[in-house]
């Protein structure tokens, strides 16, 4: 069975840019949770998806967006880069919202 | 604002040691117990989850869980150079989100 799937994997971006984040779940799982992870603040949650219906949101700027599509399959967007934005992206898949979460490699974001 | 605290480490034990990695957590309503392992560059990977009280057992790791004292540990027998990572300890409550710790840096040294 295929694990959680991420691209781009890495990627370089300039402030004032935006950049989209694509996640596809472990087959079957119908919800996906993006995590930040910086050295500073550790994991932090940015928002969960379930069947196309965003069901829980972290405490990001308006910048942090997302969505999850009827294959469950999900993107995440940020606007208007800034410096601080550079990080470790996670998508992570749960067959529900209530159950055991397993994490793709990541997208490590860099802003210059 | 649901806490889960960590020492950061780093947690140096000598290689055929015990480590005995602790977490505590404030929301007295969290359900689900989680440990994650994460080596250096890499993403966190699911070691064991806990959602009783007493100890749980999976080959070299066992998970404990207090949940009166809002505690749960992690220890690993017969340590390996090897399992040096971050682990992460990650509490969830019903559908609100896993909270994650900040991880506590091992070191098995052989």
């Known amino acids: 069975k295929a694990g959680v799937t991420q691209t781009p994997r890495y990627l370089i971006k300039t402030r004032g840019q935006q950049v989209t984040l694509s996640c596809s779940p472990i087959?079957?799982?119908?919800?996906v949770s993006w995590y930040q992870q910086t050295p500073g603040q550790g994991l932090q949650f940015l928002f969960e998806y379930f069947s196309e219906t965003q069901r829980n949101k972290g405490n990001f700027p308006g910048r942090f967006s997302g969505r999850q599509f009827s294959n469950s399959r999900s993107e995440m967007n940020v606007s208007t880069l800034e410096l601080g934005d550079s990080a470790l992206y996670l998508c992570a898949s749960s067959a529900d919202s209530g159950n055991t979460i397993y994490f793709g490699e990541g997208s490590w974001l860099t802003v210059v | 604002q649901k806490e889960v605290e960590q020492n950061s480490g780093p947690l140096s034990v000598p290689e055929g040691a015990i480590a005995s990695l602790n977490c505590t957590y404030s929301?007295?309503?969290?359900?689900?117990f989680f440990w994650y392992r994460q080596y250096s560059g890499k993403s966190p990977e699911l070691i064991m989850s806990?959602?009783?009280?007493g100890d749980k057992e999976d080959g070299r790791f066992t998970a404990q869980l207090n949940k009166a004292s809002q505690y749960v540990s992690l220890l690993i027998r017969d340590s390996q150079p090897s399992d040096s990572a971050t682990y992460l300890c990650?509490?969830?409550?019903?559908?609100?989100?896993?909270?994650f710790g900040k991880g506590t840096r091992l070191s098995v040294i052989a």
């Open positions: 087959s079957g799982h119908r919800s």
């Open positions: 990650a509490v969830k409550s019903g559908n609100t989100p896993l909270v």
């Open positions: 929301d007295r309503g969290s359900q689900s």
């Open positions: 806990i959602y009783s009280n």
